[in-house]
């Protein structure tokens, strides 16, 4: 026996399965996906294979000759869910497996007519991360594990779906008034990167290979604000590589969507909160978008790796910034960054395992221990190494890794023995067993500073003795360059200052939410939406 990954059941020494066929009926009504799953195994063989499941109620389960398969749930684990042990009959090259899914399944978020910006129907998005799949499907649910799909999704007309995969038609369901979505994913992808949205949806093309999905109250909104996206696809591809993804798609979620974004791969979600009207949150996308490259086509083996993922994607991420915008503009974006990663040491205490970047986990619930941690300590030791390397060696180096690992999930040691074999010595001259096994934040992090970070922070710091921004310079800061100023603020502002503040930089009401919620903060007022939780997951500006 040997299960790798300490969230999930799968066991290294069972069958393996590589595809999956997806059935799903939408049940708004009860909401429940009635569903069939079919595992093809990467060779035929009979005995044991055990599946992750949560709060999925089994029906049957046969092979893909229809011989039946006897099958046991074990007992509920609060954080695993339930393990399905199948006995496979000698030579299954398939197994299908019958399952609803619960109205509490973790992974799916259903919304009533009144949730939606349009308020007319039903809407129903899916989050997978971290370990959520096995409640939308029984499957095994570690990255360790990669699989193509196929899907066919049965929805109420006149609703439409989307997928993490690419369309491949649609039809006329068997049930009156539904309609039968198809979906094709050739790439294989760790589990927790399934992800579904069904709703009333319009798309608008950005570009030949993107374009953005919304409510139709929404749209329009939405293709203004990421106009520049196949811009962005392209000089990202020039930094890490071609994109292996074909498509590079978004659907900007309904307003009660709790994350920033999430990279499902060719159909990014996003939070609406993106949408401030002038293009001056679309560093989210830039951060998905990374994600193309690190995370999903090189991905954690599991949790405990996690800063695989996230780390390389904020250093991805500011490399891409610093392409498009300029590195004054970047050293904001690491400023930024800075304050969460104080925040989230200051949480957890400087000495907590939490925040060693190759983590511990078993038994910890992933949601629990997420913090800014792996992106922003990680992004600063993959700085490290790129600072140490020089810059044209390590993009040389960036490249040879995704070309050695692309779709494959890979543990810290894995990544650390190749960066001995390309860059001998370099990791022992950094302290990269520190930066990765121990607590807190080492000496030699590297430190971003640039004239217009200071002046903005000096000018923050006079506030109590009364310097203030001009109100025609404020006008011209960007977006980040308030952030900046607002973070730096003392947090005791009277009531005068504050009224000041607000009047002269416009500050209630403004339609990008990061400045928002960060000017709450300074204001005193609760915020009703907390930046580590409004903009979690995975968005690597201000709280995430
Ligand atoms: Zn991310």
Request: glycine letters at 8%; charged letters at 25%.
């Amino acid at each position: 026996m040997a299960r790798l990954d300490p969230h999930s059941y799968v066991d290294s020494d069972h069958p393996r399965a590589r595809h999956l066929r997806l059935w799903l009926s939408v049940n708004f009504g009860a909401r429940r996906l009635d569903g069939t799953a079919a595992l093809e195994l990467e060779a035929p063989a009979g005995g044991t294979l055990d599946l992750d499941t949560k709060e999925l109620e089994i029906l049957g389960v046969t092979t893909g000759r229809e011989e039946p398969v006897a099958f046991e749930l074990g007992d509920e684990q609060p954080i695993l869910g339930r393990r399905l042990r199948l006995a496979l009959p000698a030579g299954t090259r398939e197994v299908r497996l019958r399952y609803r899914t619960s109205p509490d399944a973790p992974a799916l978020q259903w919304l009533s007519p009144e949730q939606t910006a349009g308020g007319a129907h039903p809407f129903l998005f899916s989050q997978c991360q971290s370990i959520h799949a096995r409640s939308l499907a029984p499957l095994p649910d570690t990255p360790r594990n990669r699989l193509t799909y196929e899907a066919e999704v049965e929805v109420p007309e006149p609703l439409g779906a989307v997928m993490s995969a690419g369309p491949a038609g649609d039809r006329a369901g068997e049930r009156p008034g539904t309609r039968v979505l198809r979906f094709d994913m050739p790439q294989p992808i760790p589990p927790y990167l399934l992800a579904l949205a069904v709703g009333r949806l319009e798309f608008r093309d950005l570009g030949p290979r993107s374009r953005v999905y919304a409510e139709p109250q929404t749209v329009e909104a939405a293709a203004y604000e990421f106009a520049g996206t196949e811009a962005m696809i392209a000089t990202a591809e020039k930094l890490f590589g071609p994109y292996d993804w074909d498509r590079y798609d978004m659907l900007v979620l309904p307003p009660s969507f709790p994350y920033g974004g999430m990279e499902n791969p060719r159909m990014t979600f996003l939070t609406p909160t993106v949408l401030a009207g002038d293009r001056s949150l679309v560093d989210v996308v830039a951060h998905e978008l990374a994600h193309s490259w690190t995370g999903n086509l090189v991905t954690n083996a599991d949790m405990d790796h996690f800063w695989l993922n996230e780390g390389f994607t904020v250093w991805a991420e500011r490399r891409l910034l610093e392409a498009l915008h300029g590195q004054e503009a970047t050293v904001l974006s690491w400023a930024i960054g800075e304050k969460a990663l104080e925040e989230s040491m200051e949480r957890f205490g400087k000495d907590s395992p939490l925040t060693r970047l190759r983590t511990d986990l078993a038994g910890t619930d992933p949601d629990d221990a997420f913090s800014s941690i792996p992106y922003e300590k990680g992004a600063r030791f993959v700085a490290l190494l790129e600072h140490a390397a020089g810059r044209d060696r390590f993009d040389r180096f960036m490249r040879r890794y995704m070309a050695r690992f692309r779709f494959t999930s890979i543990t810290t040691e894995e990544f650390l023995a190749f960066l001995e074999d390309e860059m001998p010595g370099l990791a022992a001259k950094l302290g990269a067993s520190e930066w990765l096994y121990q607590p807190g934040l080492p000496a030699n992090a590297p430190v971003f500073r640039s004239a217009r970070l200071d002046g903005l922070v000096a000018l923050a710091a006079g506030f109590p003795r009364g310097e203030r921004p001009k109100a025609a310079e404020a006008a011209r800061w960007s977006p980040a360059e308030m952030l900046v100023y607002l973070q730096d603020l003392p947090r005791e502002i009277d009531h005068e200052g504050c009224a000041w503040l607000d009047a002269t930089l416009g500050l209630t009401g403004r339609g990008n939410h990061e400045i928002l919620v960060e000017w709450l903060t300074v204001a005193g007022a609760p915020t009703t939406s907390p930046p580590s939780r409004a903009c979690a997951r995975c968005c690597s500006r201000s709280a995430a």
